[in-house]
């Protein structure tokens, strides 16, 4: 089993939707969790970070941690086509030297 | 005002040749990686500086030898290129190796094709 699972999609929507991404992971130790966009030939923009279970808001975005379950999800609600790019999932552990540790991602092409 | 910068963008070399890829941040940071994304899109650490001193060294081919000259600029190496060192890979910082800050901040990534 991956350290981190998430579907590859693509993941079609239509312009407005409500859009929910996921990833599960199975090492307990992992404490910070993170949502990275990524454009075409671009490098990954952080979107969210998150520390504790339950929901971040900002704007559009909402991540949640399920830390019990370990899933972890980012909504985008109103979707624009400008939202279309690669979604990774990213976490951490929280001592030692740590790095991220990526989802596959999840593209997501929302339609006009 | 780049805050991490790669270059070059592009590069296309033959097998057997040596390349390298420099990277330089703007932002302060203390921690420095190279990641490698594969054809699959799969983003994967290669290498963690922390102050230009070496703490992560993935399981990776000693062809590849990191360089950092000073905590703002981390340098790749590649000797001997194989087909198989085509990827894309990122140049990352962030304010500390663990805990709070351990977010990244990507460049735009250096795109390696070994022919």
């Known amino acids: 089993q991956k350290e981190v699972e998430q579907d590859p999609g693509p993941l079609s929507v239509p312009e407005g939707a409500i859009v929910s991404l996921n990833c599960t992971y199975s090492n307990s130790a992992f404490q910070y969790f993170m949502w990275y966009r990524q454009y075409s030939r671009k490098g990954p923009e952080l979107l969210m970070y998150t520390y504790s279970s339950g929901n971040k808001e900002d704007g559009r975005f909402t991540a949640q941690v399920d830390k019990s379950s370990k899933y972890i999800s980012l909504f985008i609600r109103d979707s624009q086509p400008s939202d279309s790019a690669t979604y990774l999932c990213a976490m951490s552990h929280i001592s030692g030297y740590s790095t991220l540790t990526f989802g596959k991602g999840t593209m997501l092409l929302v339609s006009p | 005002d780049t805050a991490v910068s790669q270059t070059p963008k592009y590069l296309v070399t033959q097998m057997g040749n040596d390349k390298s890829i420099k990277c330089e941040q703007n932002?302060?940071?203390?921690?420095m990686y190279w990641y490698k994304q594969d054809s699959k899109k799969f983003l994967k650490i290669m290498f963690s500086y922390n102050n230009k001193e070496l703490i992560i060294n993935e399981t990776v081919p000693n062809r590849f030898s990191p360089k950092s000259p000073d905590k703002a600029h981390l340098n790749l190496h590649i000797n001997s290129l194989e087909l198989g060192d085509s990827a894309v890979y990122f140049c990352?910082?962030?304010?500390?190796?663990?805990?709070?800050?351990?977010?990244?901040?990507f460049g735009q990534g250096t795109r390696l094709t070994v022919v």
């Open positions: 990352a910082s962030s304010h500390a190796p663990e805990g709070p800050g351990t977010e990244a901040f």
């Open positions: 932002l302060g940071h203390d921690t």
